[in-house]
């Protein structure tokens, strides 16, 4: 189950980013459709991989670019949900995939510097 990998390697990479001691309100990515992530166990994962650090509550927000191919028989820009369909233009298989294999923390949320101050 690779997904435990990717959520420890966004949890190590939300560490390095953010203060020690700074707690993290929730987390947001892109895993691309053509990425090859099963979304569920992803998120099943962080629930584990977040447990007694500064992310302890902090969701997994997921964000999910669309597949994206250019067909190299008809030169359309396509939709491509899964490697190994065909081009749904002109039905060729020589498709070159241009997005949907983004897998990157876009923001990690955090409080605002004077909700984290104690009030007097």
Same mark, same amino acid.
């Given at each position: ?41 992803? +998120?099943? @994962?962080? &629930? ?10 902090? %969701?997994?927000?997921? *964000? ?30 020589? +498709?070159? @995939?241009? &997005? ?10 955090? %409080?605002?510097?004077? *909700? ?5």
């Amino acid at each position: 189950m690779h997904e435990v990998s990717i959520a420890e390697g966004i949890a190590s990479a939300v560490e390095s980013t953010v203060a020690p001691g700074t707690p993290v309100l929730s987390v947001r990515v892109a895993v691309g459709e053509l990425a090859g992530v099963d979304i569920d166990a992803l +998120l099943f @994962a962080w &629930q584990s991989v977040r447990k007694g650090t500064s992310m302890d509550k902090a %969701p997994l927000v997921v *964000e999910r670019p669309e597949g994206r191919a250019w067909c190299m028989h008809c030169g359309k820009d396509v939709a491509l949900h899964r490697h190994g369909d065909p081009c749904p233009e002109c039905g060729g298989y020589q +498709l070159l @995939a241009t &997005q949907g294999h983004e897998l990157k923390v876009l923001d990690i949320e955090i %409080p605002a510097e004077d *909700e984290s101050q104690p009030q007097s």
